[in-house]
């Protein structure tokens, strides 16, 4: 029981929010998942919250797989996740040692990036793919590096998924996948080169199960009252939401 002694009832509340926010999104509100990274930030700060929050991750990315498997958009898996790994790796040798205050301005810049990618997206209104290897790749490096440093890969896999123009559940389906293996790829470097994930850390994920789950299941309704035509302004203005909010925080 003195687990729930170590933190606050206003950071238990704040880390149950953070929890239910990513059951929503790995149901299929892509974009709201980062304002779980900020609420997850304030309680933990910004490199050791990845440690809490990977595991809760891996948990909703199984439930995503199992509802959504029949989905996946393999071609487009296999094109992002190598250099996702890439950028993974990239991440943990980079990300280490790293600053709190350089590691939050890290942050804060992606978070310009990423906004300026998607209004860029909505002015020009592309009509062609951009299938070419270049995109993928630098979508791909980017979403794995910032999904080591802190968990914000899913802003630009929704860029690379918008301009794809999926349909609802090839965007769902394909990003469960992607995320499932990223994430279980980048297990073992949080707990054993980052030391980021303990017996403590687990103990914290575990009663966050049932936010977690209550999220996913609230997701699942929402998702499924979402035209087809109407789930990528949803996804875009979440993206936006969730990146100008953590701008702000940071």
Not at 30 to 56: E, Q, R, W, Y
Not at 133 to 144: E, R, T, V
Not at 148 to 177: C, E, H, Q, V
Request: glycine share 8%; net charge positive.
């Amino acid at each position: 029981m003195g687990i729930f002694y170590a933190y606050s009832f206003t950071n238990w509340i704040l880390i149950a929010l953070a929890a239910f926010i990513i059951g929503l999104s790995k149901a299929g509100l892509k974009g709201i998942d980062m304002l779980n990274v900020t609420l997850m930030a304030i309680v933990f700060g910004g490199k050791a919250s990845t440690g809490i929050v990977l595991p809760l991750l891996c948990a909703a990315d199984i439930m995503a797989v199992t509802y959504y498997h029949r989905h996946c958009r393999w071609k487009y898996f296999w094109k992002l996740v190598p250099w996702m790994m890439i950028g993974i790796l990239i991440g943990v040798f980079s990300g280490r040692d790293l600053n709190e205050y350089y590691f939050r301005k890290v942050m804060a810049i992606i978070i310009i990036i990423t906004v300026i990618i998607i209004i860029a997206m909505e002015f020009r209104k592309p009509v062609s793919i951009p299938a070419n290897k270049a995109f993928g790749a630098s979508m791909g490096l980017i979403s794995g590096f910032t999904t080591m440093l802190g968990n914000l890969a899913g802003a630009f896999s929704n860029i690379y998924f918008l301009a794809l123009r999926l349909p609802k559940n090839d965007f769902i389906g394909t990003a469960a996948w992607v995320f499932l293996a990223m994430n279980l790829f980048k297990l073992p470097f949080q707990v054993f080169y980052w030391n980021n994930i303990s017996s403590s850390s687990l103990k914290t994920d575990l009663i966050l199960l049932p936010a977690l789950i209550a999220g996913f299941w609230a997701g699942l309704k929402v998702v499924e009252k979402i035209k087809d035509d109407n789930y990528r302004k949803v996804v875009i203005v979440l993206t936006l939401i969730g990146a100008i909010f953590i701008f702000l925080r940071h």
